[in-house]
């Protein structure tokens, strides 16, 4: 009978090798599902030889990004029309200490690391273009997601963006230095002891010193401001404004009241003749958060307010900021809303004046007729907020693209690929234990 002792390996051979096929089939079917799928406008990468900045507009609203996101140094963008920063992005973990961009033209949500934990607006900055977003210490490159590390004088300890130049050349910073002391009551709080103000030429890497400033009296957003042509600028220490040359002589100054600011990045009028101030009025009998905001315009070279019609007050707000102007004229601002039961603080609170923010949003203001929204965001999404100023001045808006929920897409690619080796892993195993069975029933008795 020695044929029929033929067959019978040769039967177990063919059975052991159809389950080996099965078996890597199903391996390979599995990988293939849980692989990540194709490139969408959220995760493709871009070229960074190509082309410059793309046109930018605003979105209309901008959400929560997902936890996962891809960061802007695995998957950069060519330009961002808006950076916006909150604490309460995700149940799983904070999101303090992250700035989310969206990305032009798709709306593809990205993000950055901010070893800070500061607000976007007041110390993460875009500049002008959208290209490169400024932060405590650095400058980022979003195309590349390249890194340049600020200049930083000896013995500060933080180098804060403060203002970028209309052509996006020059940054002007302001270097702070100060520790903890002791109050009576045995608690630490932050004094600041040292506030430079100075501008950084981005091409050289050069720091120029302009002016040092009232320690503890700057406040992120609403002190420094470049004139449309770049050649003047506009600062605040203490409650005196100084109008300068950038690295140059001093023009003009002025005293302001207390409560009064300069509006934000976009206080120069667009044609230069005027600087606009922001001013608190802790009041009135009815309203919900007794804290109104007027803008004002002034004249730079004397202070005192120039003729035309005022801009509406605004009621019920932690804070009032002027991002720019549109094409028609409006003023393009920020404004901030308070928590429900918020006390009512203003530019001196201990924690900075946003630190009870709710919600942001950004509308344009005009001396007649309610406010038009550009943009708006959900409660507690974007509690600190920027737009580059040419999203402004297109005057173009589009209905924003919000993030999907669940997963994002860089935690989904990595949970895809571990997922995938575990599954070849465990299947590998199956066809090792199924190949050594074998084996042992082959082997002849003893």
């Given amino acids: 009978m ?59 609203r901008v959400g929560a990004p997902q936890w996962g996101s891809w960061s802007v140094r695995r998957r950069p963008v060519t330009a961002a029309s808006v950076v916006f920063t909150g604490e309460n992005w995700w149940d799983a973990s904070t999101s303090t200490g992250t700035a989310a961009v969206v990305g032009a033209p798709d709306d593809a949500y990205r993000l950055l690391d901010d070893p800070w934990g500061t607000d976007a607006g007041q110390e993460i900055l875009l500049s002008p273009d959208g290209a490169r977003l400024a932060l405590p210490g650095q400058v980022v490159e979003l195309r590349t997601g390249r890194r340049t590390v600020l200049p930083r004088l000896d013995g500060i300890r933080v ?95 002025f005293p302001v009241p207390a409560g009064t ?108 007729g309610p406010p038009r929204t550009l943009l708006t965001s959900g409660e507690r999404v974007a509690e600190g907020i920027d737009v580059a100023d040419h999203a402004l001045a297109g005057n173009l808006t589009h209905p924003g693209r919000l993030p999907a929920g669940g997963l994002g897409p860089q935690y989904r690619a990595y949970l895809g690929v571990g997922l995938s080796v575990l599954v070849a892993v465990a299947g590998l195993g199956v066809l090792g234990a199924a190949w050594i069975l074998r084996r042992r029933r082959r082997r002849p008795a003893d």
């Fill in 2 to 60: 020695p044929s029929e002792k033929r067959a019978v390996p040769t039967r177990r051979a063919g059975r052991a090798g159809g389950r080996f096929r099965v078996a890597v089939s199903v391996v390979a079917a599995l990988t293939l599902a849980l692989a990540p799928g194709p490139a969408t406008a959220a995760d493709r990468r871009i070229d960074p030889a190509a082309g410059g900045p793309p046109a930018l507009s605003l979105p209309d």
């Fill in 159 to 253: 180098v804060q963006p403060a203002a970028w130049s209309p052509d996006g050349g020059t940054l002007a910073v302001i270097q702070h230095d100060g520790g903890s002391v002791r109050r009576p009551d045995g608690s630490e709080t932050y004094r600041e002891t040292r506030a430079t103000l100075g501008l950084v030429d981005l091409a050289s890497g050069r720091f120029t010193s302009v002016a040092e400033l009232a320690p503890d009296t700057s406040v992120p957003g609403w002190s420094v401001a470049f004139a449309p042509d770049g050649r003047t600028l506009a600062y605040q220490t203490g409650q005196q404004i100084v109008v300068a040359d950038p690295g140059g002589p001093v023009r003009s100054r």
């Fill in 261 to 368: 600011r300069i509006a934000g990045k976009g206080a120069w009028t667009p044609d230069g003749a005027g600087l606009t101030l922001v001013t608190q009025r802790r009041c009135c009998a009815g309203d919900g958060y007794r804290s109104r905001w007027q803008l004002q315009v002034v004249d730079p070279a004397t202070g005192g307010e120039r003729a035309g019609p005022r801009l509406p007050e605004q009621a019920g707000l932690l804070a009032l900021r002027l991002l720019g102007w549109t094409p028609d004229g409006a003023a393009a601002v920020a404004r901030y809303r308070p928590w429900p039961g918020e006390a009512v603080v203003g530019f001196d609170a201990e924690y900075g004046i946003t630190d009870g923010v709710w919600q942001t949003d950004v509308v344009a203001l005009s001396p007649a």
